[in-house]
């Protein structure tokens, strides 16, 4: 059974760092574009970064230069380096894994989520 596994959050203070992780089993992440997103309560899903089966990384403006997405395939799993975080920092980090074959077929995981508060 495919399933996506997220760990690494907690309580950290203004300035401080955390490395998140999402582990993934029942397949293989390779061609995979894995993605971190986050929530607040009552807001939506947003996207904080992304990385290509290739490398290539994105990242949401508020993010660029404290967050380093990586990835290691021979482990299936992806991890999200998170410096100088800030109170609006605190989410809930999901972890999603999606991919289209080439008949055209989707597939997207989700995982469970990890929480980050960022307090003083």
């Known amino acids: 059974q495919e399933q996506l596994v997220e760990s690494g959050g907690g309580l950290v203070k203004p300035g401080e760092s955390l490395k998140l992780s999402c582990a993934a089993s029942?397949?293989?992440?390779?061609?995979?574009?894995m993605t971190w997103y986050r929530q607040t309560p009552g807001k939506e899903r947003d996207l904080v970064a992304s990385?290509?089966?290739?490398?290539?990384?994105h990242y949401v403006d508020s993010v660029k230069g404290r967050f380093t997405i990586s990835r290691d395939n021979a482990k299936n799993t992806v991890f999200l380096q998170m410096n100088s975080l800030n109170p609006e920092d605190t989410a809930v980090y999901f972890c999603?894994?999606?991919?289209?074959?080439?008949?055209?077929?989707?597939?997207?995981?989700w995982g469970q989520g990890t929480h980050v508060t960022v307090s003083s």
């Open positions: 999603n894994a999606y991919t289209k074959n080439t008949w055209g077929r989707e597939y997207s995981y």
């Open positions: 029942g397949f293989a992440t390779d061609n995979y574009h």
């Open positions: 990385i290509s089966p290739n490398g290539v990384a």
